[in-house]
């Protein structure tokens, strides 16, 4: 069956709410496919998927369902040819929306090899050389080494620099703290900052040092799984505000957007109680807006 073909079907598939229907059917159409597909997710931006991995597979059928409230703030809060930097960029999937929707600079900072290779293949395919810059290490809180733990499943975000209990490989990366990679690279201001790195969140801030304030970052996306409390006093202190992420499903989102609804992907937090949050600075044009969504 021709990937675009299986992809219509199942993105005009009448039964939007039905879920566990459309789950049977892409698992039945994920048959047919060859494993390695270059698909066009969106007009103009194509990418190289793998469908033997859960991430990539999901999103083949439905990009829009990859985290996106991250993609609400991408849209929505990088400026025009900002700068952003994806700590934890995966196969690249943020980075490339920043670049195909703002025409961004974007630093992946990617330490597998495979998935850093994956990221330069997306720039390839999409002739964003000059946009993007792969940089295959770890961010940290001291640079020289460490062990990343391989998860021994498919599951691609779940490699880290921390011991997993079903890992039973490991490779030696190279790890940086931001800071310095940033003076290193010549990088001013970073619009937006988003850190996925599986449970590596406060030493990555740490590794931001002195940068770490609202003229230097605008915006962070953190996903606060592990030391949520001292992530949330470390940023608090430096004069950032935090806001909750909530989760849509892709029935939600479409009937949304078809309302023409400013969908409220975002909550005020006063705690940290839950996981992703958004943190910009207080009393900033982000935090009116943000505040502004919440009421629809």
């Not at 159409?29 to 494993?35: A, E, G, S, V």
């Not at 090899?113 to 946009?131: C, D, E, Q, T, V």
Request: aromatic share 10%; net charge neutral; glycine share 6%.
């Amino acid at each position: 069956m021709k990937p675009a073909l299986a992809r219509r079907l199942i993105r005009n598939y009448g039964f939007e709410r039905a879920r566990f229907l459309r789950s049977k059917l892409r698992r039945l159409l994920n048959l047919f496919l060859d494993r390695e597909q270059d698909i066009e997710i969106v007009r103009g931006l194509k990418l190289h998927l793998d469908l033997d991995i859960p991430n990539q597979n999901e999103d083949f059928w439905y990009y829009e369902e990859h985290e996106p409230e991250l993609q609400w703030l991408i849209r929505n809060l990088l400026p025009p040819a900002g700068t952003m930097v994806d700590a934890g960029a995966n196969f690249g999937f943020f980075g490339m929306v920043a670049m195909h929707c703002r025409a961004a600079r974007v630093h992946f900072i990617e330490p597998h090899p495979r998935l850093a290779a994956s990221i330069r293949r997306h720039l390839s395919l999409n002739f964003y050389g000059p946009l993007g810059k792969v940089h295959e290490l770890a961010a940290s809180d001291a640079n020289g080494s460490a062990v990343l733990n391989i998860n021994a499943g498919k599951n691609d975000g779940c490699h880290s620099l921390l011991p997993l209990k079903n890992s039973r490989e490991s490779l030696s990366v190279p790890c940086r703290r931001l800071e310095d990679l940033f003076r290193e690279e010549g990088i001013a201001h970073v619009d937006l900052l988003k850190m996925d790195v599986e449970n590596h969140d406060l030493n990555v801030l740490h590794g931001l040092g002195e940068f770490l304030q609202p003229r230097n970052i605008s915006v962070l996306f953190v996903e606060m799984n592990s030391d949520r409390q001292a992530c949330w006093d470390w940023l608090s202190a430096r004069g950032y505000v935090a806001f909750e992420t909530r989760r849509f499903y892709i029935d939600a989102l479409r009937r949304e957007y078809r309302q023409g609804n400013l969908t409220p992907f975002y909550a005020p937090a006063s705690a940290p109680t839950g996981k992703d949050y958004v943190w910009v600075p207080k009393d900033s044009p982000a935090a009116t807006l943000l505040n502004q969504v919440v009421r629809y």
